[in-house]
């Protein structure tokens, strides 16, 4: 890992790759927490998988990918939505071909582009090393968006995340800020492309949330741990694949499920031995008092 730091000084590509980390941290943390909490993991990685259609598509016709992903995966958060809030009985079937029908879409435009489209490639598997320094400022938009969204909306979305019916009650717009959840998350599935690519960007959306999980309830604690946890595993898993010549995106998720497991394996001893604590007190309590 020195030699990743020393070659972080002298090289740009390196900078640009871990200021692309750090940037998706922060829709990872934030969209991540509400993705754990409202239990729509299944749905994030339907929107996710959609999205190499709008990208094949948008290099077939020479657009740039990541506007292509963008409107595909803001066009799969709208119809799941939808289908989600008046069609429930078929959400998981059309998630499930929305994922394969996207998949399908993509290879098809890729397969009829000239050339070999190593960029496209990119974005299926990840490769950060390969982040160009103009989508930087594509990435720091996003995440402007999605804070001021998430800040301007922060209580309607909170009602909507953990009791619908309640949200109802209140006389807030249900549907509309469900919409409204699914296309953030649509924007920050564009965000993690870039960094572990498509095929990967489920595990880093929900990992550092959930590990945040274990340890704070407060939703706004969670999206602050997760943001952090994802800015430390990002680079630390780019610094751990440095060396060895490794993908990035590949190590960064397995550094990621390895903490996941480590914590949840923690919290399971912690919790058992609080039980075995409460237990012995609990006799103690019952001999003296005998």
């Not at 922060?154 to 909507?160: E, G």
């Not at 914590?263 to 001999?287: H, Y």
Request: with cysteine; hydrophobic share 60%.
């Amino acid at each position: 890992m020195d030699g990743f730091f020393t070659a972080l000084a002298q090289h740009a590509f390196l900078q640009t790759a871990v200021a692309a980390a750090l940037l998706a941290s922060i829709g990872c943390g934030v969209m991540g927490t509400y993705v754990v909490v409202k239990r729509i993991a299944f749905i994030a990685g339907g929107i996710a998988h959609s999205v190499l259609g709008g990208m094949g598509a948008a290099v077939y016709f020479g657009f740039d990918p990541l506007h292509g992903a963008l409107l595909a995966a803001i066009a799969a958060a709208l119809l799941i939505g939808w289908v989600r809030l008046h069609w429930q009985a078929q959400e998981d079937t059309l998630i499930g071909a929305l994922w394969a029908i996207g998949m399908a879409i993509g290879v098809i435009f890729i397969s009829k582009t000239p050339g070999y489209q190593s960029d496209l490639m990119s974005y299926l598997f990840g490769n950060i090393l390969l982040v160009p320094r103009e989508s930087l400022w594509f990435m720091l938009a996003m995440d402007i968006v999605l804070l001021v969204v998430v800040a301007v909306y922060h209580r309607q979305l909170l009602a909507v995340v953990f009791d619908e019916e309640f949200a109802r009650l209140r006389g807030i717009p249900v549907g509309f800020f469900y919409l409204l959840l699914l296309n953030l998350v649509a924007v920050t599935v564009v965000l993690l492309i870039q960094v572990v690519g498509l095929i990967l960007v489920l595990a880093l959306l929900t990992l550092p949330a959930a590990v945040a999980g274990h340890y704070v309830h407060s939703l706004g604690r969670m999206m602050l741990i997760a943001s952090l946890l994802g800015s430390v595993l990002s680079v630390v898993g780019l610094a751990l694949s440095y060396g060895p010549d490794l993908p990035a995106g590949p190590t960064i998720i397995l550094l990621a499920g390895c903490v996941y497991v480590g914590s949840a394996l923690l919290v399971q001893f912690i919790n058992r031995r609080k039980t075995q604590l409460s237990a012995r007190r609990r006799a103690d309590a019952r001999g003296k008092n005998g």
